[in-house]
């Protein structure tokens, strides 16, 4: 993921949260704290927290909560800067989501904006452009499983304006036994909340 961010067309600031990894992770990171920065949790806080924690490290107007198991294309983030306007809150593509051990990919997103289709698939990536002033941290800290599905349904529903990129512009790398992996089998049935039970829940 951070060679191919440091392969970008344009330049960019690299902010690496380590989630207090018990693995060789930080021994791999110390190998570019030369050229990003690096922060690192005292405990495990989980995927949120690590995204929120590195949305407040970085200092741009624009921010993509890259994935680790991501690889990006060397056009990824120019693509996106230059569709992105005034206006726009988003900016997505497409990707293709590779099962590892499986042989399975499949291609999602790279299509325009519809926000009825949103709410019955997330063909959004977490791995988008997003103007920072844009993002509801309190509920990016707060919520579930399907953290980008619901922010995604929680900006649209109050009319910020999404952008997309029909291109494919990374590979996302998905464990069998991850989220990512299972969210397909119960996305109909999830998706089918109303709008006003997501409120409700929201600010209950």
């Known amino acids: 993921m951070i060679d191919s961010l440091q392969r970008q067309t344009i330049a960019c600031e690299i902010v690496v949260v380590d989630d207090a990894s018990t693995d060789h992770s930080l ?55 230059g569709r992105a306007e005034e206006t726009t809150s988003v900016a997505y593509c497409g990707m293709r989501r590779r099962i590892l051990g499986r042989g399975r990919e ?25 103007r920072r002033s844009a993002l509801p941290l309190d509920l990016m800290a707060r919520t579930d499983f399907l953290e980008d599905w619901r922010l995604w349904l929680h900006m649209a529903s109050r009319g910020d304006r999404f952008v997309s990129v029909n291109e494919v512009l990374f590979d996302a790398m998905v464990r069998p036994e991850g989220k990512s992996a299972h969210i397909e089998s119960h996305a109909h049935r999830l998706a089918a909340v109303s709008y006003t039970h997501l409120r409700a829940h929201e600010t209950g």
């Open 27 to 81: 021994e791999v990171l110390r190998e570019y704290q030369q050229s990003v920065r690096i922060v690192r949790h005292d405990r495990n806080r989980g995927a949120n927290q690590a995204r929120l924690t590195g949305i407040e490290q970085s200092r741009s107007t624009w921010v993509v909560a890259a994935d680790a198991d991501a690889v990006y294309a060397p056009g990824f983030l120019a693509a996106l800067v």
């Open 106 to 130: 499949q291609v999602i997103g790279g299509c325009d904006f519809d926000a009825e289709s949103l709410w019955w698939n997330n063909y959004i990536s977490m791995c988008s452009l997003v």
